[in-house]
């Protein structure tokens, strides 16, 4: 982990995956306490990996990430109904049950809408909003800061930035911390990116959410 950067997500993703693999290494030489920890090791790896894996797998179909995220929130219902604060904070856990139940609400409202159209699990977190914060800075240029009405005159020059590349993207260059160039930006996909098949025709929520079960 990183102490100095609490919002390092790569370091995060490649702590869960080697804790997650620690199950399957031999027991050979662990002492007895080792030996009774390792199946609560990998209870909780399995449970965070059922999370993760459903954001940064490019190649996962909507129905495979409504099934992980499924299986994620029952293992943390069970696991927080057990050992309450123990197990982890009130608040985080709250915070996650709420963002795959919006991520379920979000693909129902689609569905309801266009059932012809993607869903992006990512779309539910915040990149857009740094796109547009990135826009704001960039108008500054050597001057980032501005006072309450340079917002106002960034924030519409911005979002006449964004009418602009929506019409014609291939004069969006993008910004160099939102691509996925390289593994230390897997917290930023984008649909160019995404392999799955993400329509929101393809999948049945009931059923993917029963499979996570």
């Known amino acids: ?42 209870v909780v790896a399995e449970m965070f990996m059922s999370f993760m894996v459903a954001f940064i797998s490019p190649d996962w179909n909507l129905p495979e990430q409504v099934a992980s995220l499924s299986k994620f929130v029952h293992m943390a219902f069970v696991l927080f109904q057990q050992h309450v604060v123990n197990f982890m904070p009130s608040q985080l856990y709250g915070d996650m049950q709420m963002t795959v139940k919006n991520i ?21 977190g915040d990149d857009q909003l740094e796109t547009l914060f990135g826009r704001v800075c ?9 006072s309450y009405k340079n917002l106002i005159d960034r924030l519409a020059a911005a979002m006449d930035l964004d009418d602009v590349f929506a019409q014609q993207p291939e004069l969006d260059s993008g910004f ?9 930006h897997v917290d930023h996909l984008n ?6 098949n993400a329509l929101v025709s393809e999948v049945d929520l009931e059923s993917a959410w029963m499979r996570g079960r």
């Open 176 to 184: 160099r911390r939102l691509k996925v160039s390289r593994t230390e």
């Open 104 to 124: 379920i609400f979000c693909i129902a409202k689609q569905q309801e809408l266009d059932r012809s159209q993607p869903f992006y699990l990512f779309w539910a």
């Open 191 to 196: 649909p160019e990116s995404w392999q799955g």
């Open 1 to 42: 982990m990183n102490p100095s950067d609490t919002q390092d997500v790569p370091r995060v993703v490649e702590f869960i995956e080697v804790i997650n693999r620690i199950s399957g290494l031999s027991t050979e030489g662990c002492t007895p306490i080792e030996l009774q920890e390792l199946p609560y090791i990998a």
């Open 138 to 146: 960039m108008q500054g240029a050597h001057n980032p800061n501005f």
